[in-house]
């Protein structure tokens, strides 16, 4: 089975971990995988299976078709998905540390799969990839072209094309393979939702077909299915940042906002930070990107975000795993574990404490905690005009307690400063009338 995958960009071998002067070869419980360049901008994934000693070894039962005669050596199947992840794994993990400036840069990147099975028709492919951005192809391959009566297979001479990081088009696949197939050739249980999840966090929560998904890549098992759907749920996860990126995710600003506090923290100087209303922990990964950072801590109110930013933490090295501390803890009470950051960032975090609260939470900032640096993120309640869901008032997430103007978070932001030079700055596109979708302020001794 062949996947190629074409970029123009030349640096393809850093962000894939594989120089593209070698042909890299791993072997795995089904078969070997090799991966080869034809030219710096190409890379090939070959995976050979030898579907004979798979079915010696009580395998026969995953096959599409019956021991002996099956489709597994020739199409796109859960087997590539794994051999996908077995030699693409750091890349699909969103690393690079030799050029870490390629891993969130869109690449117009193309894959061609010559026999992609879709147990749904073409109309499937496009209804799973075209949300996500793609432009697809897919022409269907004759059962046999000698009996043109006997009409089409389900297996698609398909290419994709989209502009995009890679290590998302790597988990695009990674997921969807194995969901178009509509089979997996190994067991699937509770870690397998937490591969869905994880490998699913940043678009599958919004994907039309995501009920679909769900139940396909768990094996039709239900339970699971209900508990990754569940956990895609908002309200239900009690996740403070997921409805919010739900609406902005257009704009790209949820991952702005993240890189423009990595910047300030950087920027700052500071080798202890805290990240306060860590949620799952999608800020404190993009700290981990920077050895500045010899100690991160990240609190959160939420047990159930804790303990998915726990397993989040699992999936990095242990020398990056040793710098966090998750701590279960509130901005209302002291807490004396603080005391000592150089730095604090609060990432849309202070809209979901009721207003009354909100005086006891600055005097922990500003008078117990006090650290060099503190950054605050809030929407911009202004610009919620631009969108159409959001007319009438609302907020845009429910457990919203307030929403400020730009007004509103200046004022705020100069009663509570003390002794504290601050800077108010957007984050975002600005609009000529509403200004930026999200406002930041940077409080410094």
């Known amino acids: ?16 971990h594989k120089h593209p002067a070698k042909v890299h070869t791993k072997e795995t419980n089904f078969g070997q995988v090799h991966v080869l360049y034809p030219n710096p901008t190409e890379a090939l994934l070959l995976l050979e299976i ?16 019956k021991p002996y005669v099956n489709d597994r050596c020739y199409v796109a199947s859960s087997f590539l998905s794994v051999a996908l992840n077995q030699m693409f794994r750091t890349a699909m993990a969103g690393r690079c540390n030799k050029k870490p400036e390629l891993v969130e840069k869109p690449l117009n990147l193309e894959v061609f799969l010559p026999a992609l099975p879709s147990r749904g028709g073409a109309h499937l492919l496009h209804r799973l990839f075209e949300p996500l951005g793609y432009e697809v192809s897919a022409e ?12 089409n297979s389900v297996y698609y001479e398909t290419t994709l094309k989209i502009e995009t990081p890679l290590y998302k088009l790597l988990r695009h696949l990674y997921i969807l393979m194995p969901v178009l197939d509509n089979e997996k050739h190994y067991w699937v249980g509770q870690d397998e939702v937490e591969k869905l999840l994880h490998k699913g966090e940043e678009w599958l929560g ?7 998904i769900a139940s396909r890549y768990l094996k039709h098992r239900r339970s699971l299915a209900r508990e990754a759907l569940s956990a895609l749920d908002p309200e239900r996860l009690e996740d403070k940042a997921h409805a919010e990126e739900t609406t902005e995710r257009k704009l790209g600003l949820h991952q702005l906002r993240l890189e423009r506090v990595t910047e300030k923290l950087v ?12 949620g799952e922990g999608k800020l404190v990964r993009h ?45 209302l009470y002291t807490d004396q574990r603080l005391h000592q950051v150089d730095a604090a960032c609060l990432v849309e975090v202070i809209e979901h404490l009721d207003q009354e609260r909100l005086a006891r939470a600055a005097h922990n900032l500003f008078a117990e905690i006090r650290p060099q640096t503190l950054i605050v993120t809030t929407p911009n309640r202004e610009y919620n005009a631009v969108w159409e869901n959001l007319s009438g008032g609302k907020f845009r997430h ?9 007004e509103e978070f200046e004022n705020w ?10 800077t108010i700055e957007g984050v975002g596109e600005e609009h000529p009338e509403f200004g930026c979708p999200s406002q930041m302020a940077v409080f410094q001794k």
């Open 1 to 16: 089975m062949l996947l190629n995958l074409k970029s123009h960009c030349p640096e393809l071998g850093f962000l894939l």
């Open 140 to 151: 269907s391959t004759p059962l046999d072209p000698e009996f043109p009566h006997w009409g």
């Open 50 to 65: 030898d579907p004979l000693a798979l079915t010696k070894r009580g395998g026969g039962h995953a096959f599409a078709l």
């Open 287 to 331: 700290l981990l990107k920077e050895r500045q950072f010899r100690k991160i801590l990240a609190m959160d109110v939420a047990l159930e975000s804790l303990q998915r930013a726990e397993r989040n933490l699992e999936r990095e090295h242990e020398a990056k795993r040793q710098r966090v501390e998750l701590l279960h803890g509130s901005l």
């Open 267 to 278: 920027k700052s100087g500071a080798t202890r930070v805290a990240d306060l209303g860590c």
């Open 206 to 212: 919004d994907h039309p077909e995501r009920e679909l």
């Open 398 to 406: 429910p457990d919203h307690r307030f929403e400020w103007t730009r």
């Open 413 to 422: 932001a100069e009663s509570v400063r003390g002794d504290y030079e601050v």
